[in-house]
């Protein structure tokens, strides 16, 4: 079958799509615009323009040289769903990555007729009124319509609601409240910074990067600010509840840790990029066996002695739930379903990464590192002590590979059992080796043969971390384990690939944010209107306008498809076509007369290969 002579850039479009665009020779040619999600290097990186449309958020500087810039993409007001790209530099000021996801020719199906006001209050009846709420208007680009995100802030909860804009149903409600697991208190001696007024010394280090606060057993935040008289922070009960130092002692110092980690290994200052004071509370409310990131601060609890000590005593738990804020200030990975996973997997791949780094600097003697997570606080008898287990998920009963996603309502979609698959990509990635659970298999008795021929090349520690950091803080919202597998490929290259391929995540996978419809009809047309550049394959759709009057005929600015497999008909108010183009016309066109008040442009496409389309920019009287 004869092909256009664009086939060897839509070839190239088609591998940025379902994966990762690879290096070519010589200098960079312009990128085609991808549609969804993608994640290019080499050549495609360096031939990439950001499209227009896009919002910059921030910049950072990469370990090493270069940046990292993040994009949002917005229609109108409203910001696109998941429609977030990221563009790494290298020190030379050359692109070596664009992770991401684009929409183009997207727009909104339905008004914002549904006030921020009036979404608010319908979001407070379904959780209440209480805590500190925002909205945003964004644009889902699955079906173009228009929503209020509504987010109401509390201590321990963070209802997230998606408020249709015209019709004020809700589409989606979820608890984005990120939640870690267990920690304890070691009884260790520790040197660390406080601030002094008066007679009296306050757990606020004294550069003011972190506060440490009591909610002295209460559902209060922060609460109040952890005071002592001569600044040794000694005094403990054997249960560790208010008002035993020890918990605010192991949340102070461990902030601190996981600040130091940010900056010395990435460059970022703190949580925020931007200074931001680490806030940790600890005794909140009673025997609570659980530590949180709430989109403000840290949280942890007591334990009951039984299952969990305090859970500030542990480094890996502080560096986790940390992690969750630099997400948040970053990707800002959606907490559900496999986006939640992997903002649950990031946490832990940092949170491990961070025992490595005290370990190298001796900063946490009475700690020693693994591939453990919560090894420190979890009372509760297993194989191997902790939650969850990088090295062998499936020793505490979570997925080593993408056929044994586990599929629940429960946790926000699993997140937390499921980000056992990302987690055994990065520890494969490091350590190199097979999976886990090919033989002889998990120290659960668990055992699969697939992918087990693959044996992942070891990058070691610092250059993966430097690898996983950029590829998941560079990722859309709503990424999934493909959209995360083609970002750590494009970044880091056949070894990251690798380490995903062994665990069942492979080239060719789908991605979380796929192209939206190839066209989209108007049945009310306003001039000028055109179709997606470029269209999409299998595309059949109509446009239609209303002159009021007849005799007159469309003018076409850009008239450009796949010759003789794609074609662009003009038809009157009767439906007689009158016209009908295929291939590229530079000139462009005027229509024959149209002797209805209506006329209609139709395009339809077939399976492979797309070109520019068309753009109807006037039209004329005849």
Known sequence: MNRSPVVAALAALALVTA?????????????????????????????????????????ADRAGGGT??????????????????????????????VIGAYFPGLKAKNS?????????????????TAGKWSSSLKIDPRDGRLFHQVVSQRPDQRWVQWVDASSGSVKKQYDAVAHGDGTGVKGDTKEFSTTRIGGTFFLRSQDQRQETYDAANKQVLPGTIMTDADDHWNFNLPTFRTPSQAPGVDAHYYANVTDDFYSDVFGRNSIDDNGMTIISTVHFANRFCNAFWNGEQMTYGDGDNKTCLPLSGGLDVVGHELTHGVTEFTSNLIYEDESGALNEAFSDMMGNTIEFYAAQHGLDPAGSPDW????????????????????????????????????TELDNGGVHSNSGIPNHAYYLAVNGGKNAGCAPGSLSGHTHTLDCGVTVPAMGLATARSVFYQAFTSLPEFANFCDA???????????????????????????????????????????????????????????????GTAGFAFHFSLLDTEKNFDFITVSDGN?????????LDRNGATSPCISTPTGSVRLTTDGSVVAQGFIVDAVVAC
């Open 372 to 407: 453990l997570i919560g090894e420190d606080v979890i009372l509760t008898p297993d194989i191997r002590p902790g939650f969850r287990n990088m090295g062998d998920p499936q020793e505490d009963a979570d997925p080593d590979h993408y056929s044994e996603f586990i599929v």
């Open 485 to 547: 597998r083609n970002a750590t490929a494009a970044v880091g290259g056949a070894a990251g690939a690798a380490a995903w391929d062994a665990v069942g995540v492979h080239a060719g996978c789908t991605p979380a944010t796929p192209p939206p419809p190839p066209c989209v009809s108007d049945p009310d047309a306003d001039i000028p209107f055109e179709s997606p550049h470029p269209y999409g394959n299998n595309g059949d759709c109509t446009w239609t306008y209303d002159n």
């Open 112 to 128: 914002a007729s549904v006030s921020t006001a009036s979404a608010r209050g319908i979001a407070a009846k379904r959780v209440g």
């Open 68 to 97: 990292q810039t993040r994009y949002q993409q917005v229609v109108g007001a409203a910001q696109v769903l998941g429609g977030q790209l990221t563009v790494l530099k290298n020190k030379a000021g050359k692109t070596d990555a």
């Open 19 to 59: 994966g990762v665009a690879t290096a070519t020779a010589g200098p960079a040619a312009p990128t085609p615009l991808p549609s969804g999600s993608f994640a290019l290097s080499g050549a495609a990186a360096q031939g990439f323009a950001v499209p227009a449309g896009m919002v910059k958020l921030w910049t």
């Open 575 to 583: 439906g007689d076509v009158l016209a009908t183009y295929t291939g």
